[in-house]
């Protein structure tokens, strides 16, 4: 189902709004305009949480369905010293996907899946994918101290041309999160 042309532009034309939270915030939450339209999961919203003892990440699309061929990777930044993303957690929007952490090289999962308490799931119904990580999964829970994420969806719309959507924007990062209570 295509947004119309009009509504299209209007919001290509606005950046993605960022809630701004304050610092050490454990929520963000940013808007992301239709600006992958050719994919039926066109990011829309994407929001961090970074709990107590869990991290969670929930996506938002346009229209997610079960035969869904797209896919999501998500991006941890745990360590700030070292430049990009130290995790990823990629998984697949349609029905009968697989899900897995591991770590990342140059934004680039590398190695076996993180074993440790992790779990992802797309809500078909509500156009959404969630998934929720136990800290233990970025290292040491105790020298963990900020956490910040990227999204990408990259889906195939018509067979050949990939569409890709990043949500901050291309290897841009949500604001650090504390850890909440
Ligand atoms: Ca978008
Ligand atoms: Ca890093």
């Not at 990342?104 to 999962?109: D, E």
């Amino acid at each position: 189902m295509k947004r119309s042309l009009t509504g299209g532009t209007a919001a290509a034309v606005l950046a993605a709004t960022a809630t701004a939270p304050p610092a050490h915030a454990e929520y963000y939450s940013v808007d992301d305009p239709a600006d992958a339209e050719s994919s039926l999961t066109d990011v829309y919203n994407a929001r961090v949480r970074h709990g107590a003892d869990e991290v969670s990440v929930v996506v938002a699309f346009a229209d997610l369905r079960r035969s869904s061929a797209a896919a999501v990777s998500i991006y941890f930044d745990t360590v700030k010293s070292r430049r990009g993303p130290e995790y990823v957690l990629t998984s697949g929007l349609g029905d009968g996907t697989d899900y897995v952490l591991r770590e990342a090289v140059r934004w680039r999962g590398r190695g076996e899946h993180v074993d440790c308490d992790y779990r992802a799931r797309p809500k078909w119904a509500r156009d959404k994918f969630r998934t929720v990580l136990s800290r233990a999964c970025f290292g040491d829970p105790e020298e963990i101290e900020e956490i910040r994420a990227s999204v990408k969806m990259g889906d195939v719309a018509d067979g050949s041309q990939p569409v890709i959507d990043w949500v901050p924007g291309r290897r841009m990062w949500s604001t650090w999160l504390g850890r909440g209570a």
